[in-house]
Nanobody, 122 residues
Framework: QVQVVESGGGLVQPGGSLRLSCAAS????????MGWYRQAPGKQRELVAT???????NYKDFVKGRFTISRDNAKNTVYLQMDSLKPEDTAVYYC????????????????WGQGTLVTVSS
């Protein structure tokens, strides 16, 4: 019914930048808060940043000043611009979204992407 697909991960040197994208598609009436999470090897998944439909943002302290979350509501897409990357940013990054779907009526669902790997290493 709804799918989200991340892209933009890869290998980057410390201090470098990457831009992640996450596009949602399907029977979408509206998308509420969208966010990025990450999971490093051997660790639990953790929140990185969120953005509401109106554009209000929230960041975890460990990315403040380095990462920027944004969205394009017309494209059902959320972005994560990652600058000044550090080795400890290495993780699989997941997109999350709260979606109002249309399927024999309206229903709220939470969807996750499959993840995109970001590796920060020299």
């Amino acid at each position: 019914q709804v799918q989200v697909v991340e892209s933009g991960g890869g290998l980057v040197q410390p201090g470098g930048s990457l831009r992640l994208s996450c596009a949602a598609s399907g029977n979408i009436a509206s998308i509420y808060t969208m966010g990025w999470y990450r999971q490093a090897p051997g660790k639990q998944r953790e929140l990185v940043a969120t953005i509401t439909r109106a554009g209000s943002t929230n960041y975890k302290d460990f990315v403040k000043g380095r990462f920027t979350i944004s969205r394009d509501n017309a494209k059902n897409t959320v972005y994560l611009q990652m600058d000044s990357l550090k080795p400890e940013d290495t993780a699989v990054y997941y997109c999350n979204a709260g979606v109002l779907i249309v399927t024999q009526g309206y229903r709220n669902v939470e969807v996750w992407g499959q993840g995109t790997l970001v590796t920060v290493s020299s």
